[in-house]
């Protein structure tokens, strides 16, 4: 894959940050991965993203994108652990960017996706991902399973049912992919900005042909979803039956600003990853409980103030 000449002068030598050792670059292997892309209400979408340089990454003119991914780390530094992302496909700068426009000028829009949820099943990922990078990373419950007609995985916390994703498994993987993604997260009140390099073969299907399940709990970090007007067909599916990738050491960060004095640090501050360990036992899979699919547009927990 294209890596920056600056990453691949560090491969080879070790790191211990926040006390955990990493051998450079910091890669994963083997891990199959699935994507599912549903259009949303921009508007909507616009309230969840904090401060005021992040925009919806619209595909016409009301409507953006919610992007649930799920990847299934066979080989890390940190040990094997399944990560489910739920994020909003967004743009970067001082104003909204008009429709489509920004997928063939993507640098120029600084074209990412923010993570609002980023539940993973080992505390060592948790201490990882969001002590260094600032990704909203916390222990969950989840699975990844691969059926011959279908990948799907679920999202269980404390008990509580949270997500479900399944779409139909394309036949072929076909297509070479080497390519990067830049992930915006907020923590400690600042909006940090990092980016992954991955390659695979993938299969996807688009339009009419992609097929996938969407189904949300009634766990409360996702209520805020039930808000955003889910269409109830996805535009576009995709699955890795297995993909490489190479997380930048390197990261941006910039304060998240309101127009008066916020009262509290914006989601979380150092506390919440201060005492963490580094265990990598991955946390049990969901039970086989059903999750409740009640509207989703009956919350408004988690809308930046």
Known sequence: MFLPRRIQRQSGR???????PYALPVNSQGSPALVAAFKVDARRVAALLPGNELHP???????????????????????AYIEFSIALACTHGRRPAPPLLPLLFPKRYGVGQYVVDLPVNTEVSVKGGKGIWGMPKHLARLDFRMEDG?????????????????IERPAHAWLPIRTSAVNYCAFRGMLMKSTI??????GFRLGSKAWATLELGDHPRVQALRDLSISP????????????????????AWFLTQPT?????????????VDLGQDQTPMPPPDGARVSTRSIS???QGVWP
């Open 14 to 20: 070790y790191s211990r940050v926040d006390d955990i």
């Open 57 to 79: 990454l619209r595909v016409s003119r009301d409507k953006g994108v919610l992007l649930i991914s799920v990847i299934d780390y066979k080989k890390t530094d940190i040990g």
């Open 150 to 166: 279908s990948v799907s995985s679920r999202y269980a916390e404390g008990g509580q049912e949270a997500v479900r994703v399944r």
């Open 197 to 202: 390099y991955f390659r695979g073969r993938f």
């Open 233 to 252: 067909r996805a535009f576009f599916t995709g699955f890795f039956p297995s993909s490489s990738g190479v997380l930048d050491d390197h990261f941006e």
């Open 261 to 273: 004095l916020p009262m509290d640090t914006y989601p979380e501050g150092l506390e919440s990853v």
């Open 298 to 300: 009956e919350s408004t």
